[in-house]
């Protein structure tokens, strides 16, 4: 159904990005919520949601970190972060951009480990 996606700072400061359909809110991530690779999420950049619900995120985490981050209900997933090279090797040193289609695959523009502007696709399922 029709719903709209807002990134929401409370007064304490904790970030979330909430839905709101059928007239009410829901919480979709938080601050300090569980990272599927560990540890919580410190922060929220990036996102993006698709026509089914889905959101991709860029959620930070302990020591810099910055998880690429598929969230679909309860189903959770990492899909890149900075800590660990990608498929080809290269290593991404900073998520910019997020973009979510329809099937799941996320678009995300990055900064690679020699300062190049970089695009990826990737499939978090």
């Given at each position: ?41 410190t ?15 860029d ?41 979510l ?5 996320i ?9 190049q ?9």
């Amino acid at each position: 159904g029709n719903a709209c996606y807002a990134l929401v700072q409370t007064t304490n400061g904790f970030s979330h990005i909430s839905r709101f359909q059928n007239g009410a809110w829901t919480d979709v991530v938080s601050y300090g919520d569980a990272i599927p690779a560990g540890g919580l999420a410190t922060g929220i950049g990036a996102f993006d949601a698709n026509r089914n619900g889905a959101v991709a995120v860029d959620l930070y985490g302990g020591g810099g970190v910055q998880y690429l981050t598929y969230v679909n209900g309860s189903d959770i997933r990492v899909a890149a972060d900075n800590s660990y090279t990608v498929s080809t090797g290269e290593l991404l040193v900073s998520f910019f951009q997020v973009s979510l289609n329809d099937n799941g695959s996320i678009f995300a523009t990055a900064i690679n480990g020699v300062d190049q502007l970089v695009l990826y696709e990737f499939d978090p399922k």
